[in-house]
């Protein structure tokens, strides 16, 4: 029960904070908003604004902010149809850039408390690569096939992004260069290309909020290669889980502290971020698809088959979620 408290606390504060990204800028460029809404379904709270209701629906899966004419024609001049493109586009980008901005938040309170990783070895993992080659704890890691390395991350996407044979590492141990010739394997449990080190970590405000941006930025850049090999045929739906599969692996991680479970939500968050953007319709990136043919052609689209066809996008996205839903029940249940 801990766990699926945690995962609907997880999925509200993310929801809440990508709706609130749409609602906060539809209000700073004077659009109405009719209801701003946390959740699915049925409708267990309710609060009437001056102008927007608010409500918290049964199901944490989802949310929305409904404002006039975003799907159907309208006259009013505060309308979303009525306002600038450049107004209408920022609106619909406010959401997934609020997700962005949550994991960089949640990252750097992670960091700050637990440290963030650096480029000097922490632990040399016994007869992997590494160790073979000669690289030991306390090592500090300057460079990889003479290409300068400053953060870890830039160590981790080096060796996971490229199938050389041998990489020439070169390390400083109590002040002097020294220079190791290193041949990764491929490790079947984590899908990954690795020499078998670990990072020693340490604790800075400042460099906590640099390693966040760049967690964040890592984060996206591989979910939008992932998608690129799911929609080429080169991944498999697997890899993907749906709601509980998420409140699954929450619980593996609700196990361990509070500031992995933040880290987790942050790669939630990413995910959420990514996904809207993709050119599909009822979600952001397809909406903001239909914004940019209509600064291209110099024309609206109708408003009436735009609304038609986000709602046949909406069932369809309700569709594949009943999908995961069962693929997610055989998977970690039955």
């Not at 953007?277 to 600064?295: H, K, N, S, T, Y």
Request: net charge positive.
């Amino acid at each position: 029960m801990g766990t699926i408290v945690i995962a609907f606390l997880i999925f509200g504060i993310l929801v809440l904070f990508h709706e609130f990204g749409h609602f906060g800028v539809a209000k700073l460029v004077g659009i109405k908003v009719h209801e701003f809404s946390i959740g699915m379904g049925y409708r267990i709270l309710r609060f009437k604004g001056k102008e927007t209701e608010y409500s918290l629906r049964i199901l944490p899966i989802g949310g929305y902010v409904k404002m006039e004419g975003e799907d159907e024609a309208s006259s009013d001049e505060n309308s979303f149809n009525n306002k600038p493109l450049w107004a209408r586009i920022l609106v619909i980008i406010a959401g997934p850039v609020m997700n962005f901005i949550l994991a960089i938040l949640l990252f750097s309170i992670s960091f700050y408390a637990m440290g963030f990783p650096t480029t000097t070895m922490n632990k040399v993992t016994p007869n992997f690569p590494a160790e073979l080659a000669g690289i030991k704890s306390g090592d500090q890691i300057v460079s990889i096939n003479d290409t300068s390395v400053h953060r870890w991350n830039d160590i981790v996407n080096y060796i996971g992004e490229r199938k050389e044979n041998n990489l020439k590492v070169k390390v400083v141990r109590d002040g002097k260069e020294k220079e190791m010739v290193v041949k990764p394997i491929y490790d079947e449990t984590t899908k990954r290309i690795m020499i078998g080190i670990s990072p020693k970590f340490e604790k800075s405000f400042i460099k906590s909020i640099s390693a966040s941006f760049d967690n964040v930025y890592v984060m996206i850049k591989e979910m939008c290669g992932f998608f690129k090999k799911l929609f080429g045929g080169k991944a498999s739906a697997n890899d993907v889980v749906g709601p509980i599969g998420i409140i699954h692996l929450v619980g593996k991680v609700a196990k361990t502290n509070i500031y992995n479970v933040l880290g987790f939500a942050a790669m939630i968050s990413i995910n959420l971020g990514v996904v809207n953007m993709l050119p599909i319709p009822a979600l952001d990136g397809g909406r903001l698809i239909f914004l940019i043919i209509e600064g291209i052609i110099g024309r609206p689209l109708d408003p009436e088959k735009e609304g038609i066809i986000h709602f046949t996008g909406f069932v369809l996205l309700m569709g594949l979620m009943v999908f995961m839903v069962y693929k997610d029940v055989m998977r970690f249940i039955l």
